[in-house]
């Protein structure tokens, strides 16, 4: 178990990402999801994880233009004491088109989005509200206002930037309730600066992308071609850097083959392995793998039994990348 930053909440130190299971949408005309889902399978996959001791589930309203919060509301039927819900706004979207199509700030949308959401989770109150999207320096004070309403009415808990600037994850650490940040972290890119603001501010930090968007899964290699409707398999996204015309980067292949023995040590599975280099990184580290199937549940959920990696094992990764 691990904290959520400073609002003392525990959660468990590997959590469960839901941007897959949210399906199909689209974002500026390119796809932005990870192909169609089995909302089937997507609920046994949440329950599985749950079963296995995962806590925490980080979702965004815009993920499937909703349908993710709408999946995980019947997931959690039932369970909601269970788990601590993360969820996100600000990107505005069409549910209809499955589109997401601008982004608001705003007093009023903030509170109509949060609404929406307890509405599409089934839920009372959100646990960690993070803003999804860009502002400005002087909208910050504006927004932190917003939602410390929020949490004066019991809608939220607590919450936080997906950003990965850390000046704008220090500036929202100003609000009585920021509890974490969300950036990107993984083996192959570290996030040192973040991670001194989440150390200075007493902020958890949120790790996307902690099997850089499932190359660290070891299901991939060289000869792996991704389908048009999946994020990673169309070229133009320029955040998505570990895939290219939807196939593996060559170059991330070469540095996973460099380090693959020590992530796969002690029977570790090669995500399992990859999660504890983040565990092992920062006390406040909690990776929120994606999940689609049960199987992939149960891999990501070991690595809450293998632990982190050890000081040694980091150094010598860190050593190999180099080269």
């Known amino acids: 178990m691990r904290k959520l930053g400073r609002s003392g909440v525990e959660v468990s130190a590997i959590g469960l990402g839901a941007w897959a299971i949210g399906g199909p949408f689209s974002a500026g005309g390119r796809e932005a999801g990870w192909g169609e889902v089995d909302d089937g399978e997507s609920i046994a996959a949440v329950r599985q994880a749950l079963d296995l001791g995962v806590t925490l589930i980080d979702t965004a309203d815009t993920y499937g233009a909703g349908h993710s919060e709408r999946v995980l509301g019947r997931a959690l039927a039932g369970r909601r004491d269970e788990v601590v819900i993360a969820t996100k706004f600000g990107n505005t979207f069409d549910e209809a ?36 999207c860009d502002a400005e320096p002087e909208q910050v004070d504006d927004i ?6 929020l949490v004066d009415d019991g809608l939220i808990r607590g919450y936080g930037w997906s950003t990965d600037d850390p000046a704008k994850a220090a500036a929202f650490a100003a609000g009585p309730h920021c509890t974490a940040t969300q950036h990107v972290l993984n083996v192959f890119e570290d996030a040192p600066d973040m991670l001194a603001v989440c150390a200075e501010h007493d902020l958890a930090s949120i790790n996307r992308a902690p099997l850089a968007m499932g190359l660290l899964g070891g299901r991939y290699d060289r000869n792996s071609q991704l389908a048009a409707r999946d994020v ?10 570990y895939f290219r015309d939807g196939r593996p980067s060559p170059e991330f ?55 982190p990696l050890t000081p040694t094992q980091l150094a010598e990764i860190d050593r190999l990348l180099q080269l």
């Open 253 to 307: 292949l070469r540095r996973l083959d460099a380090i693959r023995d020590i992530l796969t040590s002690a029977g570790r599975t090669l995500a399992q392995g990859a999660l504890g280099w983040i565990l092992a990184r920062s006390p406040r580290t909690v990776p929120i793998p994606g999940i689609r199937t049960p199987a992939q549940a149960k891999d990501n959920a070991g690595a809450l039994t293998a632990g």
């Open 144 to 149: 932190l206002a917003t939602l410390e309403s």
């Open 232 to 241: 990673r398999g169309t070229d133009g996204q320029t955040w998505v850097a």
């Open 97 to 132: 088109s499955r589109a997401r199509i601008g982004t608001d700030t705003s007093a009023g949308y903030i509170r109509a989005a949060c609404r929406a959401s307890l509405d599409r989770l089934g839920t009372e109150g959100i646990d960690l509200y993070q803003l999804h």
